[in-house]
């Protein structure tokens, strides 16, 4: 087998990245390890930033995003008797969209098969060479796939980052959780409400106009079957104020209840010769702020250019400054979302929490503070 591009993993990074390659004439192909039906039903964040609407739009995977997704001016901050929105729409002229990733998935999988991209489901085996990766097919035969550039989006378990010789690995690890719920409820606000309780942080997000989707700060560690449906119910309503100035959380069935670590993680280079990082293989957020997906959007962006560039006319300028213009941006979402975990999520120290209060405060009620926490969160333009 021959191709340009081997792309390693099929989650939004390496679909996407097929996909901007075939629009610039470049040829990929995707192998995974998991089942089309796994990839496509795991459940994840659910918000894009400006600039990933723009693009998925501009490269012709817009028009379900633009009819099931909902276009949200801002975010919702609170803690206990405060809640205030922050408009990102007057404070910085960008909006963001509640579209889950699965959504995204799905629209990226039926782009790529009306496009007869060849993609390999349930390979085991991956090893990567310099021009090369084999594997063992679903069917047990083991293949070579020959290549000029091999992509590793295969997350943070895949092996492509491990091919990166003497990398340096920066972590920090939270000591909390979310427990995080779906349920078959309307959602009980319009917007995102992210909330400071001395009981841990909250978070009420949603899926559609029927489905809710909220979290709760539980000690990492926690098992999910520890917290009933009542318990959880509860809890949310506490820590979301219900009864505050008539606002209700109304409880409804829940369908899926799962526990997310939460850690920040980033290696550095982001580039071995011919093998390049994208997406969670070579960073990992915690979820607040909702930057995995984006950040994966932004470096298939960056990459597909660089690529393009090296394999359609030889330029390598791009490619050769890949993983520093990835990480600039990769560095700004890391530093928001440690900001906005530590600046929300209760440790248990009354000291940490006046300064959190006072931040909270700050960040809600002066344009200065608002406006640095609307351009974060709806996003930087690609490329910055
Ligand atoms: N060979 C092939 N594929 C592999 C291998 C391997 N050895 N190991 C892992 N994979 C696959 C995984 O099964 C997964 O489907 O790589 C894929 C990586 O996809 P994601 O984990 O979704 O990562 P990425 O595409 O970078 O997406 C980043 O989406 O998943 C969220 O939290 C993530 O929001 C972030 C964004
Ligand atoms: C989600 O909807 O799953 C979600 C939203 C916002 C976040 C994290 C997760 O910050």
Request: glycine share 10%; with cysteine.
């Amino acid at each position: 087998m021959r191709t340009q591009v081997a792309i390693i993993g099929a989650g939004p990074a390496g679909l996407l990245l097929s996909h901007l390659l075939a629009r610039g004439g470049v040829s990929s192909v995707v192998l995974e390890t998991r089942s089309e039906e796994y990839v496509g039903a795991r459940i994840r964040a659910g918000i894009l930033e400006h600039s990933s609407v723009e693009l998925l739009t501009s490269v012709g995977l817009g028009s379900r995003l633009r009819s099931l997704g909902e276009q949200h001016r801002g975010i919702y901050l609170q803690w206990p008797g405060s809640r205030h929105h922050v408009d990102f729409m007057s404070l910085t002229g960008r909006s963001v969209w509640v579209y889950g990733q699965t959504e995204v998935q799905k629209d990226l999988v039926a782009a790529r098969s009306a496009d007869g991209q060849e993609i390999h489901y349930s390979v085991s085996g991956v090893v990567i060479g310099d021009d090369f990766v084999k594997f063992t097919d679903s069917s047990g035969s083991v293949r070579q796939l020959d290549c000029d550039v091999i992509a590793g989006c295969d997350g943070s378990f895949g092996p492509s980052r491990h091919a990166i010789p003497s990398p340096q690995v920066y972590e920090k690890v939270y000591p909390y959780s979310w427990l995080g719920i779906l349920a078959d409820v309307a959602p009980s606000t319009d917007e995102l409400i992210y909330a400071w309780h001395p009981n841990g942080f909250a978070l009420h997000s949603m899926r559609s106009a029927t489905v809710s989707r909220l979290y709760l700060q539980v000690p990492a560690g926690t098992d999910p079957s520890s917290w009933s449906d009542d318990r959880i119910w509860d809890e949310l309503a506490a820590r979301l104020g219900h009864g505050q100035n008539g606002w209700k959380l109304t409880p409804g069935p829940i369908t899926d209840k799962s526990v997310l670590p939460m850690r920040s993680h980033v290696q550095t280079p982001m580039r071995h010769r011919n093998l390049f990082l994208a997406g969670d293989a070579a960073h990992i957020v915690p979820p607040t702020g909702a930057k995995g997906l984006n950040l994966a959007i932004a470096d298939v962006a960056l990459l597909s250019r660089a690529l393009i560039a090296r394999i359609v006319s030889g330029d390598t300028t791009l490619a050769d400054s890949y993983s520093d213009d990835a990480l600039r941006r990769v560095w700004r979402c890391t530093h928001f979302s440690w900001w906005m975990t530590t600046m929300m999520h209760a440790s248990g120290d009354p000291f940490d929490a006046q300064l959190q209060l006072s931040q909270l405060r700050w960040v809600a009620t002066s344009e200065a503070g608002a406006t640095g926490l609307a351009e974060n969160y709806a996003g930087l333009p690609i490329g910055f």
